[in-house]
């Protein structure tokens, strides 16, 4: 309804009111484009452009700005206009006659969900990433012309609104910048459910056979997902689009849109990617509701000048992983046991991690703009100090359904709740919202437990009961030595390719990053593979002596031999009657 309105006002604007926007590639080789934006009817003095410092979907900043050269600025009559630069990001012009036109090259060569990629093969065009704004113009309707290579059989494909073959249009900035663009010389499937358009474009080498097995899995994973909701998104313009792109010049990412999103990756369908690449589809398809449109009201709305943070995302991202392989399972993508199996890895990285001693999910989450897809060149202690809001939530979101199936109840119907009451009506939640919701579906002392301990806190659920209700055995080997060392072949033994973790016997030995393991336990270390086949000799409870070199000088400490921490998740056969019912319907076994 939000759009609806806007798309009114927005063809009942004059021609005088719209921001015109215009790239060429003719370049493409070198990785550049043109652009050329048109900005009329200005009434201050002096403006500002400037590119975007984030990108939706991305919590960091990225200084997008870096890629501009040959930037101009001119009136409605060619005439060159007075540009300074007040900071990093912008640019300040003056002496219009109320029309600027500016033009400027890009250079762009990452294809993934954040950057943009130009070359001969294809234009993959993150918008932000991509086009400057005009400060306080952000309201107004803008048209792009994508002046596509006839000569390399390029065509558009967006959720933007098509005007005619290659002009497009959004309602505002916050709907352009939202939705990224894929050219190139693509296939495409498509297929109708409840009157609206799944598509799938797919840029790569692959062969119309190989897509056609895996635009089964996609549609799959589509209508199983709508069944968690009860229901599609009424997507804008009838219209949802997977922009596709798997070649060995592209990075691995997955970003979610409103109405589409961004598939990229190295694998294509026929070198792995059809068992890979299908799991990042149906976590990106599951954002459609859970992100988009059931949104964090500290998101809303979306700052391109600055980093943005939100405490949700262990609910927006976390939940949302939790039903990534869930639902390839009861599409029969994967098999049961093999989503069994799959969460040994999360569950143990959340369980075994120390990082739970200073932050809970929300205090997790405020994280995201140091660690997705930020960089940093000084050395960083996350490994002790920060779990992943994509793990931490899916392992809460696993024990909250099954917490729930234990009286009859399950996530998925939580989950159509918050639809019917935030996502659908598209108004923003908090995190007392969803404590809310879950009350009235399962009552208020189960939320409140759920939410202080676990959400407000971070202590960890009992999984050995869950899962032993579900079907599942949880065991670990405590006879399975362990020193809590990741080492990496180096000239004269062993170094430790990263910082112990808090706990382990490495950690308490006074050995870190960098350090050259050298000799353990009386034996010369050389190899990972002689110092995996000393470990298995090792009892637990032993204290060994490690000798190793930092700085250039040799030392060393005695170690305290631990029990391996690592738990073993696994379907139980022998499980009763009950338990297989519970797990049955919750993989939805056919």
């Known amino acids: 309804m939000r759009l609806l309105l806007i798309t009114l006002l927005w063809t009942a604007v004059s021609y005088g009111q719209v921001n015109h926007y215009a790239i060429s590639f003719d370049n493409a080789v070198h990785h550049e484009a043109e ?7 200005l009434k201050e003095l002096t403006v500002h452009v400037q590119m975007s410092r984030s990108s939706p979907g991305r919590y960091a900043i990225h200084e997008f700005a870096k890629n501009v050269f040959d930037f101009k600025a001119t009136n409605s009559k060619g005439k060159l206009l007075s540009v300074k630069r007040p900071d990093p990001y912008s640019w300040e012009i003056t002496g219009h006659d109320g029309t600027i036109k500016i033009t400027y090259t890009l250079f762009a060569n990452r294809a993934d969900g954040t950057y943009s990629q130009i070359d001969e093969s294809h234009a993959h065009l993150n918008m932000p990433a991509t086009f400057m704004f005009m400060e306080g113009y952000e309201h107004r309707p803008i048209e792009i012309n994508f002046e596509v290579r006839q000569d390399l059989n390029w065509k558009v494909a967006t959720q933007l609104k098509k005007i005619n073959d290659t002009k497009y249009g959004a309602p505002d900035l916050q709907y352009f910048f939202d939705s990224p663009t894929e050219i190139g010389d693509y296939q495409l499937r498509e297929f109708m459910v409840e009157g609206q358009n799944i598509r799938f474009v797919l840029h790569s080498n692959d062969t119309a056979e190989d897509f056609d097995t895996y635009w089964d899995k996609v549609k799959a994973i589509v209508l199983e997902q709508k069944e968690v909701f009860g229901e599609l998104p009424t997507y804008d313009y009838g219209e949802y689009t997977f922009l596709a792109c798997y070649a060995p010049h592209v990075s691995g990412d997955g970003m979610e849109h409103r109405n589409s999103t961004i598939l990229t990756d190295s694998e294509s369908l026929a070198e792995g990617g059809m068992k890979g690449n299908i799991v990042t589809v149906s976590h990106e398809f599951f954002h459609s509701w859970n992100v988009e449109r059931i949104r964090p009201a500290d998101l809303q709305p979306f700052d391109f000048t600055a980093a943005n943070m939100s405490g949700s995302l262990w609910f927006a991202e976390g939940f949302t992983s939790y039903y990534t392989n869930l639902i390839l ?18 569950f143990n990285y959340v369980w075994n991690s120390p990082a739970r001693d200073y932050f809970n999910p929300i205090e997790m989450s405020y994280q995201a703009p140091f660690v997705d897809a930020a960089t940093s060149v000084d050395p960083v202690n996350r ?19 099954l917490s729930l199936r234990q009286q009859g109840l399950n996530l998925d119907d939580y989950f159509k709740a918050v639809w019917n009451q935030f996502g659908k009506k598209e108004v923003s939640y908090s995190i007392q919202d969803l404590e809310n919701v879950l009350a009235g579906y399962a009552g208020d002392a189960f939320a409140k437990a759920f939410f202080s301990q676990y959400i407000y806190n971070s202590k960890m659920p009992d999984y050995q009961n869950l899962f032993t209700n579900a079907g599942l055995t949880i065991k670990q080997d405590k006879n399975k030595p362990y020193l809590g060392l990741d080492l990496n072949p180096s000239e004269g033994g062993l170094s430790i390719a990263r910082a112990t973790s808090k706990g382990t016997p490495a950690y308490s030995a006074g050995l870190n990053k960098g350090d050259l393991i050298t000799v353990i336990d009386g034996e010369a270390i050389t190899t990972v593979d002689a110092y995996n086949e000393l470990v298995k000799k090792l009892t637990v409870g032993q204290t060994i ?11 060393t400490t005695n170690l305290i031999v631990s029990a391996d921490p690592t738990y073993t998740i696994a379907t139980d056969e022998n ?3 009950k338990a297989r019912k519970l797990r049955k319907y919750w993989l939805q076994e056919k």
């Open 35 to 41: 652009v050329e934006v048109t900005f009329p009817n």
């Open 329 to 346: 399972a009861r599409a029969g993508v994967i098999s049961s046991e093999a989503y069994v199996e799959g969460l040994n890895r999360t």
């Open 383 to 401: 490994n002790n100090t920060f779990i992943s809001y994509y793990s931490y939530g899916s392992v809460l979101g696993l024990a909250l359904d």
């Open 545 to 555: 002596a490690v000798t190793y070199k930092r700085f250039g000088s040799e030392a």
């Open 575 to 577: 499980a009763g009657i």
